[in-house]
């Protein structure tokens, strides 16, 4: 299977889910996952979803500009995208990497 299309895919499935129902994405987390937002380091599906479903905006738009894959060393994948948000009622979007 091609990374690329795999990352893709990935990344498509991810910021859909998070546009339309953040809490959707618990499945994609483990209990040890980590998140970093802001200096601040959010480990565990369930915390995860709690902060991604706190944040200070309801409705949201990724429109992703790359994706950019390489394999990990532990038969992973290292995913990087960037894009813009769009926050509803904003005129700008935000830039975003993750």
């Given at each position: 299977?091609?990374p690329?299309a795999v990352?893709?895919?990935?990344?498509?499935?991810?910021?859909?889910?998070?546009?339309?129902?953040?809490a959707?994405?618990?499945?994609?987390?483990?209990e040890?996952?980590?998140?970093?937002?802001e200096?601040?380091?959010i480990?565990?599906?369930?915390?995860?979803?709690?902060?991604?479903?706190?944040?200070?905006?309801q409705?949201?738009?990724?429109n992703i500009?790359?994706?950019d894959?390489?394999?990990?060393?532990s038969g992973?994948?290292?995913?990087f995208?960037?894009?813009n948000?769009?926050?509803?009622?904003?005129q700008?979007a935000?830039?975003?990497s993750?």
């Amino acid at each position: 299977m091609d990374p690329d299309a795999v990352a893709k895919a990935f990344v498509e499935h991810y910021y859909s889910t998070f546009d339309a129902n953040r809490a959707g994405l618990a499945n994609l987390y483990q209990e040890g996952s980590m998140l970093t937002f802001e200096g601040q380091k959010i480990q565990g599906s369930q915390s995860i979803v709690v902060k991604l479903t706190s944040l200070p905006f309801q409705q949201c738009k990724h429109n992703i500009t790359t994706v950019d894959c390489q394999p990990s060393g532990s038969g992973g994948m290292l995913v990087f995208v960037s894009g813009n948000l769009q926050l509803v009622g904003e005129q700008h979007a935000l830039k975003f990497s993750q």
